[in-house]
Structure formats: structure tokens, C-alpha cells
């Protein structure tokens, strides 16, 4: 299929996401995923190297936002709920998809290893967007939500770093590079904005976009991920952000309209349904052991911690998308699980991005927590003038 025809489609799917959104009042993340899963098993739309490019710098911006919006002042005062959330959202799904895996479903020891870590993620991604769609990224909440995210992807990370990859040489040289990326970037916002900051050529996202691509180059390198030093850089330049929000909501408009939606049609496309419908038992399997895990780990301190709003906190905390799309590649590029195994899964990966999403935006959003204007807007309208939505 020619490049200019791919890209052709992926336009009109990324628009039909954005009016689909806007009617159904449901996160354009979702249904970007869903329009990737039919374009790849029905009309045969495939990744390309651009396309992957693109998804890939997408979901780093992501997180760099994501990690913007944390406020560092609730941080440091919710930080034990954020740990005990976080931390019990990825050991509890880990251990018990790991041990149902090799003892009950006839995985091998590092293949049930996979499955253990592709489940136990929450997604940043998701949970970002949907958090910036709803308008929930300044409340307590929101913050909250995407600190123990952070902690569970770190675990995530973690896991897979110990587990299975074996840096190359070039680690020593990426941890150095991140550290001096992100002191650079804090000492030399504040003058950089003063200096270059509100004119329409854009220099602080073009500023903050090469950073980004440096850390992914280093990452890359060293056989990492840049997703933990992104969402630090993010997290230590929060307090610019905080002040500058124009640029931001430019920032935002560009990662929305561009960059995002290849993210996430891409991993629809990565879906084979021919692969799930000979294993629709094991999905079901899989699904319900990292839901039972999420709601075992995550819903008795969400009560404690925020009891109006503990299932929708739960649910939230139940996606999954980069991580376990990235450790499931991982593992099957490695020859540790089959490309069934993989099929099945992705899939479940997805699903737990969709429908923990579509429950806790349709039937639980906290809509009262939003400013008195926005809390009265119906679904359809909420999603439509949230910034994230409109930039898509």
C-alpha cells in the first residue's frame, strides 16, 4: 500500500475519531484505537517506518505533558497514598498473572514473566488524555491518579529492566545525558521563555520537542526506554508550565491534533483478530486476571485515600497501553512468547485501555469536581470543550 494512500486513511480515521468523540462523549483515545484494530484487520492498513515514528514520539510527548501537569506541592503531600496506590496497582497484577500464567495456563517460566509485566501497567497515555479531555487534570484527583500511574509504570519499567533487557554501554551515557538534559532544561527555562518566549514561531515546544528527541535517541541506544526521564523532565519543569499556560495549551493543541493519534491507531493496528478469535478463552482469562488484580490492589486504598471516587480511581489505574504494548513486543522480538501469546496479549492490552475507560467516563466521572460551568455540561458537550478534545 503506497505511503501517500496510508496516510490518506490515517487522516480520515483520525478525523472520524475526533467527530465520533465529540458525538459519543467518549475519549478520542479509545475510539482511535478501536478505528486502528478495524483499519488493520479490514481494510489491511498497516505501520509503516514514519508511522512508527510518529506513535512513538507521540506517546513520549505524552508523558511529558503528563508529567507537566503533576503538581509537585500535592505530590510531596499525597506522596504515601501515591506510593501505596501505585506500587499495589503493578505488584499485585504482576505476581498473579505471572504465577496463573506459568502454573495454570502452561506458559514457560519467562513467557508467563511477559505476561506478568505487559498486564501490570497503567496506561499514562490514556489516563492522560482522558483526564485533560474530562478537565480533571487540575483537581486533586487528577493529580493523584497520574502520580500513582507514574509509580506504576516505573514498576513496570523496573521489571522489565531487571527481568529481561541487557543494556548496552551506552546506559551509562543515557542516565548521564537525562540528568543533564533535565537540569539544563530547569535552569534555563525561566531565562529561555523571558528571552524567546510568546512569538508564533513556537521556540519553547520547539525547545522542549528536541530534548525529547535526544532522550529517545540516547534510549534507544542503550537499549531503554525514554519514558522515565521524560515524565521527570516534565514533572521538574511543571512549575513553568504552571505559569506559562498559553504555551502549554499550544503544546497540547500540537500533541492532540498530530502526534497522539498515531499512537494510538497504531496500536489498534497491532491487533490481529484472527489471532483472538482462536483464543477468546485465554483473553477472557487474561482480561479478568488483570481486572481481579487492578480491583484487589487498587480499590481499598482508593477508599480510604478517596472514597467518593474510589471505583472510578480503580478503573483508571486498570489501563493498560505503552507499556504493555512495549513489553509484549519486547518478548516477542526476543523469542521469549509466540506471536499467538503476543496476538492475545495486545489485546488484552487494549481492551483494558477501552473498556475500564468507557465505564468510568460514561457512568462514574466526577463530574462535581469540575468548576460549576463545566459540571453541568452534558457528556457530549464536557468532551467537546475540554482543551485535549478540541485539539483533536
Do not use: C
Not at 489491511?44 to 508511522?51: E, Q
Not at 493519534?261 to 479478568?288: E, H
Amino acid at each position: 500500500m503506497p505511503d501517500l494512500l496510508i496516510a490518506s486513511l490515517m487522516g480520515l480515521l483520525v478525523l472520524l475519531a475526533s467527530i465520533a468523540s465529540v458525538e459519543l462523549g467518549i475519549s478520542v483515545a479509545l475510539i482511535e484505537i478501536t478505528l486502528g484494530v478495524l483499519a488493520g484487520n479490514i481494510l489491511g492498513l498497516h505501520t509503516t517506518p514514519w508511522i512508527d515514528f510518529l506513535a512513538a514520539f507521540g506517546s513520549i510527548v505524552l508523558t511529558f505533558l503528563a508529567g507537566a501537569e503533576v503538581d509537585r506541592d500535592l505530590l510531596r503531600e499525597k506522596l504515601k497514598e501515591s506510593l501505596l496506590i501505585g506500587g499495589l496497582s503493578f505488584v499485585i497484577p504482576f505476581v498473579l498473572v505471572w504465577f496463573v500464567a506459568y502454573r495454570f495456563l502452561g506458559w514457560e517460566w519467562r513467557a508467563a514473566q511477559i505476561a506478568g509485566v505487559a498486564l501490570s501497567t497503567t496506561s499514562l497515555a490514556v489516563v492522560y488524555a482522558v483526564l485533560v479531555e474530562t478537565g480533571l487534570t487540575d483537581t486533586a484527583l487528577g493529580k493523584l491518579i497520574m502520580a500513582s500511574t507514574f509509580v506504576t509504570d516505573f514498576g513496570t519499567a523496573a521489571a522489565l529492566s531487571a527481568l529481561f533487557i541487557q543494556p548496552t554501554v551506552w546506559i551509562i551515557p543515557f542516565i548521564a545525558v537525562s540528568m543533564g538534559v533535565i537540569v539544563i532544561m530547569v535552569r534555563l527555562q525561566p531565562w529561555f521563555f523571558n528571552r524567546y518566549g510568546s512569538r508564533v514561531i513556537e521556540p519553547e515546544i520547539k525547545g522542549a520537542f528536541a530534548a525529547l528527541l535526544v532522550l529517545m535517541f540516547f534510549a534507544e541506544r542503550a537499549a531503554a526506554h525514554a519514558v522515565l526521564p521524560v515524565f521527570v523532565l516534565g514533572l521538574a519543569v511543571s512549575h513553568i508550565f504552571a505559569v506559562h499556560r498559553t504555551t502549554q495549551q499550544r503544546f497540547r493543541v500540537v500533541a492532540f491534533a498530530l502526534l497522539t493519534p498515531f499512537f494510538f491507531i497504531k496500536a489498534g493496528l497491532n491487533v490481529s483478530l484472527g489471532a483472538v478469535a482462536a483464543n477468546l478463552g485465554l483473553l477472557a482469562i487474561l482480561f479478568a486476571l488483570k481486572m481481579a488484580a487492578k480491583v484487589a490492589g487498587v480499590y481499598p486504598l482508593a477508599r480510604r485515600f478517596v472514597p467518593q471516587e474510589a471505583m472510578y480511581t480503580t478503573l483508571l489505574m486498570s489501563t493498560g497501553l505503552t507499556f504493555g504494548t512495549i513489553s509484549s513486543l519486547f518478548g516477542l522480538q526476543a523469542g521469549i512468547i509466540t506471536r499467538p501469546q503476543f496476538s492475545v496479549l495486545v489485546t488484552t492490552v487494549v481492551l483494558t485501555a477501552v473498556i475500564p475507560t468507557i465505564i468510568a467516563q460514561r457512568w462514574l466521572e466526577p463530574r462535581y469536581l469540575l468548576n460549576g460551568r463545566e459540571a453541568a455540561l452534558s457528556p457530549r458537550r464536557a468532551t467537546s470543550s475540554a482543551p485535549a478534545a478540541g485539539a483533536d
